[in-house]
């Protein structure tokens, strides 16, 4: 049924003071200015509403001069993960969220993979390990394949036709790159195995066209790239939305709370502190839209607790901030007796195999794993685990191989864990006295399985290329990380409904990788991209936009 934006009352009673120069009341607010934020903020000015994004990063309008082109650039475009409270055997505190006007996709290695058609129902095809909380989408790969291709044009997809999709196809925006000389190494011992390969599909421009320059392969990406070859929400969508007028962003503001008035299923706007001065705004907002990261976004709604919410801003069925899933990884060095230039180029994807990541007969483990070659500059920041026990001359020797080595990322399927959640500690305030996250995660049994699989192909796969010594990370490591809102049809077993609105409030949407149901084992920014697109078309048809 279409509804009218000026139905919801969004009266708000607050002591706090507003901005002389900030208008009270917008259309819709969004919080989080990364990948999803990006596309609500394009959809929604796009159709006239005006917006007001608020960002707890920098907003960096000068790509060419802020962003440097050094290894240690990637830290201060990394959400500082050291502020939690952390428990089980999972969590190290390095997943890779973002911070910042673009969020994530400043810092991001821009793999662009579509989920398998087979993740949006794997309880039903695999059946549900115990202790797991595996669940089917509440929708399918058919659904969710148009908004996928508009991604690939939203991010500028490098690549081909890769053999584990269906021939037909769309063709992406750009050619596939060219392998590099470690490439074509991993490409000669994955034929010996028997193993298909393919270019990557890379948000990262092959030539220029439009607003993208052709990539000049310096190798650090996820330091900002400063020709904005690679994606980056700000360069693209943001300042799409800001050319219309329509948009207001405001960075360096951590949002709090979401108020409520007197209706129990209505939000009415947000209040934020401004990190630069201290002071707390308020503003009133017909729709929220909340994409910041899968563990500030529950911390937000349970940090919203009132009488008629008790237990957090729409948890009556104790369901937000469980669930929480990741990538269960692995990094593998390969040392060649040859020169391989592997300190060269855009940081992942170059060559990639898919072949294990859809469950096969008489395996050992549920779901699968994916392959991934590492590149660049930005290689010695992904790899540093795989050095993490080595110092002194040792360490020293060992880096310079680096050029002489191969290197290989695998991103496993991790299953989601109803215990394996966020939750806030009212005991443990941060600067500003808002109660902190408090993160519980343990590996599943099967993420250890998978990982073990992976681990063992990576040696296969770099000795078959020709690499005399490999080298592979003792511990995994957690990367992308998602679930914690996750969406599902029954408001018991689910945060949001099938669109990412929040079950017991009708104006408050949810973007991001907090509303995954299982993860995956590709990289997940196209899906999630995917996800905000289908949602925003929805609001605009509920809203007749």
Same mark, same amino acid.
Request: charged share 20%; hydrophobic share 35%; with cysteine.
């Given at each position: 049924?279409?509804?009218?934006?000026?139905?919801?009352?969004?009266?708000?009673?607050?002591?706090?003071t507003?901005?002389?120069?900030?208008?009270?009341?917008?259309?819709?607010?969004?919080?989080?200015?990364?990948?999803?934020?990006?596309? =609500? *903020?394009r959809?929604? #000015?796009?159709?006239? /509403? &005006?917006?007001? %994004?608020?960002?707890?990063?920098?907003?960096?309008?000068?790509?060419?001069?802020?962003?440097v082109?050094?290894?240690?650039?990637?830290?201060?475009?990394?959400?500082?993960?050291?502020?939690?409270?952390?428990?089980?055997n999972?969590?190290?505190?390095?997943?890779?969220?973002?911070?910042g006007?673009?969020?994530g996709?400043?810092?991001?290695?821009?793999?662009?993979?579509?989920f398998?058609?087979?993740?949006?129902?794997?309880?039903s095809?695999?059946?549900?390990?115990?202790?797991?909380?595996?669940?089917?989408?509440?929708?399918d790969?058919?659904?969710?394949?148009p908004f996928?291709f508009?991604?690939?044009?939203?991010?500028?997809?490098?690549?081909?036709?890769?053999?584990?999709?269906?021939?037909d196809?769309p063709?992406?925006?750009?050619?596939? =790159? *060219?392998?590099?000389? #470690?490439?074509?190494? /991993? &490409?000669?011992? %994955?034929?010996?195995?028997?193993?298909?390969?393919?270019?990557?599909?890379?948000?990262?421009?092959s030539?220029t066209?439009?607003?993208?320059?052709a990539?000049?392969?310096?190798g650090?990406?996820?330091?900002?790239?400063?020709?904005d070859?690679?994606y980056?929400?700000?360069?693209?969508?943001?300042?799409?939305?800001l050319?219309?007028?329509r948009?207001t962003?405001?960075?360096?503001?951590?949002?709090?709370?979401?108020?409520?008035?007197?209706?129990?299923?209505?939000?009415?706007?947000?209040?934020f502190?401004?990190?630069?001065?201290?002071?707390?705004?308020?503003?009133k907002?017909?729709?929220?839209?909340?994409?910041?990261?899968?563990?500030?976004?529950?911390?937000?709604?349970?940090?919203?607790?009132?009488?008629?919410?008790?237990?957090g801003?729409?948890?009556?069925?104790?369901?937000m901030g469980?669930?929480?899933?990741?990538?269960?990884?692995?990094?593998?060095?390969?040392?060649?007796?040859?020169c391989?230039?592997?300190?060269?180029?855009?940081n992942?994807?170059?060559i990639v195999?898919?072949?294990?990541?859809?469950?096969r007969?008489?395996?050992?483990?549920?779901?699968?794993?994916?392959?991934?070659?590492?590149?660049?500059?930005?290689?010695?920041v992904?790899?540093?685990?795989t050095?993490?026990?080595?110092?002194?001359s040792?360490?020293?020797?060992?880096?310079r191989?680096?050029?002489?080595?191969?290197?290989?990322?695998?991103?496993?399927?991790g299953?989601?864990v109803?215990?394996?959640?966020?939750?806030?500690?009212?005991?443990?305030?941060?600067?500003?006295?808002?109660p902190?996250?408090?993160?519980?995660?343990?590996?599943h049994?099967?993420?250890?399985?998978?990982?073990?699989a992976?681990?063992?192909?990576?040696h296969?796969?770099?000795?078959?290329s020709?690499?005399?010594?490999?080298?592979?990370?003792?511990?995994?490591f957690?990367?992308?990380?998602?679930?914690?809102m996750?969406?599902?049809?029954?408001?018991?077993?689910?945060?949001?409904?099938?669109?990412?609105?929040?079950?017991?409030?009708?104006?408050?949407?949810?973007?991001?990788?907090?509303?995954f149901?299982?993860?995956?084992?590709?990289n997940?920014?196209?899906?999630?991209?995917?996800?905000?697109l289908?949602?925003?078309d929805?609001?605009?048809?509920?809203?007749?936009?």
């Amino acid at each position: 049924m279409n509804e009218h934006l000026h139905s919801f009352d969004t009266n708000l009673s607050s002591g706090e003071t507003l901005g002389q120069t900030l208008p009270e009341t917008w259309d819709a607010v969004i919080v989080g200015a990364g990948a999803a934020g990006a596309v =609500f *903020a394009r959809e929604l #000015t796009a159709k006239g /509403l &005006k917006v007001l %994004m608020l960002e707890f990063g920098k907003h960096y309008q000068d790509h060419a001069n802020e962003f440097v082109e050094n290894e240690l650039g990637v830290w201060e475009h990394i959400w500082d993960n050291s502020q939690y409270e952390i428990s089980g055997n999972a969590l190290t505190g390095s997943p890779n969220l973002g911070r910042g006007v673009g969020g994530g996709t400043l810092a991001w290695t821009s793999v662009s993979l579509p989920f398998f058609e087979h993740d949006f129902r794997m309880r039903s095809l695999y059946g549900q390990p115990a202790g797991s909380s595996v669940e089917d989408w509440p929708l399918d790969f058919a659904e969710l394949e148009p908004f996928y291709f508009k991604a690939e044009q939203d991010l500028g997809v490098s690549g081909t036709v890769m053999p584990w999709e269906r021939p037909d196809r769309p063709p992406r925006p750009f050619p596939p =790159f *060219a392998y590099y000389r #470690t490439s074509e190494r /991993l &490409k000669t011992g %994955m034929d010996k195995l028997r193993i298909r390969s393919a270019p990557g599909p890379v948000a990262v421009a092959s030539r220029t066209a439009g607003n993208r320059t052709a990539c000049l392969h310096c190798g650090f990406c996820r330091s900002g790239c400063r020709i904005d070859a690679k994606y980056q929400a700000d360069h693209t969508l943001i300042k799409d939305a800001l050319a219309t007028g329509r948009l207001t962003i405001i960075d360096n503001a951590m949002v709090f709370r979401i108020n409520q008035g007197i209706q129990p299923r209505v939000a009415t706007g947000v209040s934020f502190v401004d990190l630069r001065n201290g002071n707390t705004y308020s503003v009133k907002s017909r729709l929220l839209f909340v994409c910041n990261n899968p563990f500030e976004i529950p911390r937000l709604f349970l940090n919203s607790a009132s009488p008629r919410h008790p237990n957090g801003l729409g948890n009556r069925f104790d369901n937000m901030g469980r669930h929480l899933l990741s990538h269960p990884g692995a990094v593998a060095v390969g040392v060649t007796d040859e020169c391989m230039n592997g300190s060269i180029g855009y940081n992942m994807g170059n060559i990639v195999t898919l072949d294990f990541g859809t469950p096969r007969p008489r395996q050992r483990y549920y779901s699968g794993f994916v392959l991934e070659a590492i590149n660049g500059a930005g290689a010695g920041v992904i790899a540093v685990d795989t050095y993490a026990h080595l110092f002194g001359s040792e360490l020293k020797n060992t880096l310079r191989t680096y050029n002489q080595s191969l290197f290989v990322i695998a991103f496993c399927d991790g299953l989601p864990v109803r215990d394996n959640r966020v939750t806030v500690d009212p005991n443990a305030l941060d600067e500003h006295g808002i109660p902190k996250a408090k993160i519980h995660y343990d590996w599943h049994p099967n993420d250890l399985k998978v990982l073990g699989a992976a681990k063992r192909a990576l040696h296969l796969i770099l000795k078959a290329s020709g690499a005399h010594t490999v080298q592979l990370t003792e511990k995994p490591f957690e990367a992308h990380p998602g679930g914690s809102m996750r969406m599902g049809r029954s408001p018991r077993t689910s945060v949001t409904d099938p669109f990412g609105r929040v079950h017991e409030l009708d104006n408050v949407y949810i973007g991001g990788a907090a509303l995954f149901v299982t993860g995956s084992s590709v990289n997940p920014t196209q899906t999630l991209h995917a996800l905000a697109l289908r949602t925003a078309d929805h609001v605009k048809r509920r809203f007749r936009l």
